[in-house]
C-alpha cells in the first residue's frame, strides 16, 4: 500500500495557536501520521494537548466523540449527537436483523495489492445486513492473496480504497478487472461492485461512520433500505461500477 503525502501549514498553526490536536495512529496512508503531529505540537505556543484517536470498533469511533466533547469542554454536544446517531444504528440493526439472506460482501481496503478491511469495517457489513468472509473484525486491515477473494465468492464487492474517493476508486476498479478469473465471482458476473468515497466515509472514525452504516445497508439490500440505495451514477459518496 502506498504511503500518502500530507504538508502540514506550520506558520499557520502557529498563528493560530490551538489548545487542542486531535491526531492518530491508525494510518499514515490517509492521515498526518502520529509522530510528525506529536514533534510539530511540542514547538507550538502552549503547548497544545495532542489527543490520539485510535478506535478499532464501532464503540470506540462513538466512545471517541464523547473524549473530543470531554477535552474541548462541551460534553453536553457529545450527549445529543450520540444519541442520534445510536438511534440511526439500531434502526439498521434492526430492520437488518428481519432479514434472512446474508449477502456475501467484500469490503476492499486496497486493490493492489489486495487488502481487506479491518477495525470497524466487518462490523459494519454485519449490522447492515451481510457477512464480510474475509475482513478481519477489530483488527487492522491486512494484505491478502486475490486467490483468497476468488475462494470466498463474494456476492458484492465495495470498493473502500484508504484515503479514496470515489472516482479515484472508480480509476483504480479497471486494475481489479485484470486480476486473473476476476469474471468468474458472483459480484462481477452480477454487476454488483460498488465504489465509495472512503476518505471522507468508511475510513473516517467519526460521526460519519453511521452514513457509511447506511450506504452499506444501501448496497447489501436495497429493497429493504431503499432510502440508502445507490440512485445516480454521479452520487459524490457511491457509485455502482460494475453494472452490466
Known sequence: MKTARFIIDKPLLRELRPDVILTQKLCDVCAVGYGTVARLAETLPGPPQVVNLEPSSLSDV???IRRVAKVCDVPERADKL???LLKRVEVVRQRAGCIANRTRCFLMEWVDPPFCSGHWGPELVEIAGGYDP???TH??????DWQEVLDA??????????????????RDYQLLQRFSDFDSLPAARRGEIYAVDASAYFARPGPRIVDSLEILAGILHAEDFPEFAPRRSDDARVVRVGMK
Open 62 to 64: 462513538l466512545d471517541d
Open 82 to 84: 450520540l444519541a442520534k
Open 134 to 136: 474475509l475482513g478481519r
Open 139 to 144: 483488527q487492522p486491515s491486512v494484505q491478502i
Open 153 to 170: 465468492r463474494p456476492e458484492v464487492i465495495v470498493l473502500a480504497f484508504c484515503g479514496y474517493d470515489v472516482e479515484l476508486a472508480r
